[in-house]
């Protein structure tokens, strides 16, 4: 066995020069220094560039019996980015192609939330994403993708349009809601193990600003409960609440913009309201701080920068 997983190694290293690391190399070294600390020693990670690539690991895989695992950013909270198999590697499939038509990107299976902000925030777009930059949006997506946007514009999941996958034994498909669509329901919710997702189309918002507060409460005081309640009944429908253990409870929404209509007179009618709503926050914000026992912190408009 050792022998046959030697030779098919040797055969993915001829056939993808200069992108399969084993122990001992630097790139490999960089490769499994992932955030969740983990014991486990892959046998050689693929440093993949396309969906090509994914295709060749997996087959090769599938050839020895090897463990195979997927690392994106390498967040994942359990360590599962790595095995102690095959590592396909997408980070360096981290790119974003934007389609300002409508509003949506192309976005490689190892990007990260940072480059896709980055490439977005000249053009006053906002993306659903978690709360930290280095984060795969391949993971966060299909983790679900809680972030301070949802309240606004639903999870990270809620706003994919279509990915490219390869599937375990090695075929290339594309899964739209109208294409492979109990494939595209299993990647929105469904579990996981469908395959190595290469390639996803998102879906992006025209966005200028975000307003945030907290509420601090000392842990002598600590009793949330009518607060909470009275915080949930007050807000406008694109609040996002996210409370941080007993002691604190921060509070984000989202302000679009009109500045960015993109459909004419019906948009800017639905951007009156939405301005409307947001004119409600003062009152809101009020109605919240009234109910904060101690002391409370509150910003005016943020840049989405």
């Known amino acids: 066995m050792t022998d046959l997983i030697g030779r098919t190694l040797h055969r993915l290293t001829l056939r993808l020069p200069g992108r399969v690391s084993v122990p001992g ?3 490999y070294a960089k490769a499994t220094a992932i955030w969740a600390k983990s014991d486990r020693t892959p046998r050689a990670i693929v440093h993949c560039q396309s969906a090509d690539d994914v295709q060749a690991a997996i087959r090769a895989a599938r050839n020895c019996d ?6 994106g950013g390498g967040h994942d909270w359990a360590g599962r980015a790595l095995c102690d198999g095959l590592v396909i590697d997408l980070s360096g ?9 409508n509003c949506t990107a192309r976005i490689g299976g190892g990007t990260r939330a940072s480059t896709l902000l980055g490439a977005i925030e000249p053009f006053g777009i906002a993306a659903v994403t978690g709360s930290c930059g280095p984060v795969g949006m391949a993971g966060l997506t299909f983790g679900g993708g809680y ?6 514009f639903g999870l990270a999941l809620d706003n994919l349009l279509g990915a490219e996958i390869v599937l375990a034994d090695g075929r290339i498909v594309t899964a739209w809601h109208d294409h492979e669509q109990e494939l595209f329901w299993a990647l929105r919710g469904g579990g996981g193990n469908f395959g190595v997702v290469t ?10 600003s975000v307003r945030s507060g907290m509420l601090v409460y000392p842990f002598a005081e600590a009793r949330l409960g ?25 509070v984000l929404m989202a302000n679009r913009s009109s500045s960015y209509c993109r459909h004419g007179a019906d948009l800017q009618r639905k951007v009156k309201v939405d301005s409307h ?7 809101s914000s009020q109605a919240l701080r009234r109910q904060s026992p101690t002391k409370h912190r509150w910003r005016r408009s943020i840049p989405l920068s």
């Open 66 to 71: 090897l463990p195979l695992s997927v690392r």
């Open 277 to 283: 709503r947001f004119c409600d926050w003062e009152r």
């Open 25 to 27: 190399n630097d790139r």
């Open 199 to 208: 390639d996803m189309h998102v879906q992006l918002h025209y966005l200028s």
């Open 226 to 250: 009518p607060y909470w309640r009275g915080a949930r009944r007050s807000p406008p429908p694109h609040l996002t609440t996210s409370p941080y253990n007993s002691a604190l409870l921060r």
């Open 147 to 152: 972030g301070p946007l949802i309240g606004r």
């Open 93 to 101: 499939m981290n790119r974003v192609d934007l389609y300002l038509e």
